[in-house]
């Protein structure tokens, strides 16, 4: 089943922080006021879901969110019928209660869903905006009031987890990276509360093993397991310990790469 959360309109000092990259915002508010799917991409912990969570507050909109992954249907997504009480009863999934009751349904690593769950969503990211129910015979018509965001990984795609270019070609897009290296450190040590002197090797040491991705690692570091580290710094442990456990460890199971990785470290890390 699709793991979800809900959130009821927040504003004020509830709003969560982000610093903008470019004009993000300003894009997701036109294409949130012209009824426009948005699709985000870009590399894992760049602040792609914390981006959603922020626009949602700032617009005081419900926000649910749906965490894909490869047992995801669009049964799931839809709604299906459920026994209760000896019953046959019809109980709506996250993005069918989106359509009904309006705000933001956001479907975090859309590519990891199954391929059914796109020719679901085919219909809501048209001028039609409808959600047909097959199984009811029902058809949603999207209020104005509802809006509809994917997001996904490039570096993740192969032939056969990749977005189609008739399903991109239905979303307004917005890509992500990395923020530069002063607003970074900026970043996590508002969000760690560790001064910015000792978290700025630590951003040093996420460059240099980003510009490893592809080669030795799958996937550089985040900017969320930065923020672990100093959490984990902020606490008393020790460095080299720290960066081990949320920099290394979380990156390769492999002896060799986390030797290597571990020797970097070492390197820019006191």
């Known amino acids: 089943m699709a ?51 922020h626009m949602a507050a700032r617009l005081g909109l419900p926000l649910v969110t749906v965490s894909c992954h490869d047992d ?16 046959t009863v019809w109980v709506d999934g996250p993005l069918a209660q989106s359509v009904r009751n309006g705000g933001i349904c956001y479907l975090d690593e859309i590519v990891e869903a199954r391929k059914d769950v796109a020719v679901v969503l085919h219909p809501l990211t048209d001028d039609r905006r409808i959600l047909p129910l097959e199984r009811t015979g029902e058809t949603l018509e999207a209020p104005s009031t509802f809006m509809l965001v994917a997001s996904y990984n490039p570096g993740y795609q192969n032939i056969l ?56 690692i799958e996937e550089g570091v985040s900017t969320r ?33 986390k030797a290597a990785l571990t020797e970097i470290a070492s390197a820019v890390i006191a």
Do not use: H
Not at 72 to 87: P, V
């Open 72 to 87: 995801l249907t669009a049964a799931d997504l839809t709604g299906r019928f459920l026994l209760k009480g000896g019953d």
């Open 225 to 257: 397991l930065l923020v672990y580290c100093a959490c984990l710094m902020g606490s008393g442990m020790p460095a080299r310990e720290a960066v081990l456990a949320a920099l290394i460890e979380p990156l390769t199971d492999e002896p060799d790469v």
């Open 161 to 216: 987890k990749a977005l189609k270019p008739s399903t991109k070609q239905r979303f307004v897009m917005i890509e992500f990276d990395f923020l530069p290296r002063g607003q970074e450190i900026a970043i996590v040590a508002a969000e760690s509360g560790l001064d910015e002197a000792r978290v700025a090797p630590l951003v040093d040491l996420a460059r240099k093993l980003r510009a490893l991705k592809g080669q030795d």
């Open 3 to 53: 793991v979800l959360t809900t959130g009821m309109p927040r504003t004020g000092p509830a709003i969560p922080a982000y610093v903008p990259q470019g004009n993000e915002c300003r894009l997701f508010e036109t294409a949130w006021t012209r009824r426009l799917p948005l699709l985000l991409k870009g590399p894992t912990g760049c602040g792609k879901t914390r981006f959603v969570s």
